[in-house]
């Protein structure tokens, strides 16, 4: 669980002129990576409505292609600030749009005056006597009229485990290993396996309507459950000084785990069976594997091992395919 403290600090002038520098860069980066989503969604209901491609095929963008974006074309403001600082105000955006999704407003340009805090998530910065170190800013004072307690000390990472969850099936491990979904989610499963059945009875008004409904209903549930889930795993992993990251799902389930060729499966195909390499494996056990190794990866392109040692880490990703 974090704990917020406030206190004070006293620039000197020039630092000011940083402090300030660095909050208008961040609200920039906030305001054009608000910007680009709202294009690629305008892309996409010219593409759904229209079926056409004015300006090539759209994607849906996510923080993961945000965030590459940012280290791949950093301008000379960007540089001046520390890059986990930058990152953070990607996620914020991913945050605002999330809450989006959860029935809170859509996100917002800032103005200068709506835009007032930026983040070190992870490292960049450091207490020393009276001063607070931090990174591309510099040795601010600082008066700590209270003790700051120690965090739980980190462990070294030993151990990191792919997890793939989907509500049809198990848990799966990128060791193999299978566990039960705890029991709200099998709640969830037996709320929308109700309403299947519901729907279903009502087909005859409009099959494609219901079909819609169906997809949307069953996705808010199992979006509750699996919140609740990665919830759950993040505080258990804080005691423990453990990190939960969570990965992009795309393909994990369609790539192959040995090889990396894709193998396209719908949902009733249950075994990976790979004509490239010959591997034959589960299907969440493959997707697992996926799921590691690409947190892996994510480590090494993007710096998020600059996390002071932290590190024995699990991984974790809702299957996008699941319904
Ligand atoms: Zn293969």
Same mark, same amino acid.
Do not use: D, L, T, V
């Given at each position: 669980m974090k704990k917020t403290y406030q206190f004070r600090i006293y620039p000197n002038k020039n630092q000011e002129v940083i402090l300030n520098r660095t909050l208008s860069t961040c609200r920039h980066l906030y305001n054009d990576s608000l910007a680009e989503r709202k294009r690629q969604a305008e892309l996409n209901r010219l593409k759904k409505e229209f079926e056409v491609f004015p300006w090539g095929k759209p994607d849906w963008i996510n923080y993961y292609d945000q965030k590459r974006e940012l280290t791949a074309t950093k301008t000379s403001f960007q540089k001046e600030v520390y890059s986990q600082v930058l990152q953070d105000v990607i996620k914020r955006l991913d945050r605002s749009f999330k809450n989006f999704f959860n029935g809170f407003g859509y996100p917002r340009f800032h103005g200068r005056n709506r835009y007032n805090s930026f983040t070190y *998530? /992870? =490292?960049g910065f450091g207490l020393e006597d009276d001063k607070i170190n931090l990174s591309k800013i510099g040795n601010i004072k600082i008066i700590l009229h209270r003790e700051i307690e120690e965090p739980i000390i980190p462990v070294e990472t030993k151990t990191e485990t792919g997890i793939d969850v989907g509500l049809s099936s198990l848990i799966t491990m990128s060791n193999g290993g299978q566990i039960e979904p705890p029991e709200f989610l099998r709640e969830s499963e037996d709320k929308l396996t109700q309403e299947q059945k519901r729907l279903s009875r009502k087909k005859k008004r409009s099959q494609i309507k219901n079909m819609m409904q169906n997809h949307h209903l069953a996705k808010s549930i199992s979006d509750a459950g699996w919140n609740q889930l990665i919830g759950l795993t993040k505080s258990k992993a804080e005691y423990a000084g453990k990190v939960v990251e969570l990965v992009n799902a795309r393909n994990t389930s369609q790539n $192959? =785990? @040995? $090889? @990396? +060729?894709s193998v396209p499966k719908d949902l009733s195909v249950r075994v990976h069976s790979? *004509?490239?390499?010959g591997l034959e494996l589960d299907r969440d056990h493959n997707a697992a594997i996926n799921i590691l190794n690409r947190s892996i990866s994510t480590v090494g392109t993007t @710096?998020? +091992?600059?996390? /002071? @040692?932290l590190l024995s880490r699990g991984s974790m990703q809702r299957d996008a395919q699941a319904l």
């Open positions: *998530p /992870q =490292s $192959c =785990s @040995g $090889c @990396g +060729n790979c *004509p490239f390499c @710096g998020i +091992n600059a996390r /002071q @040692g």
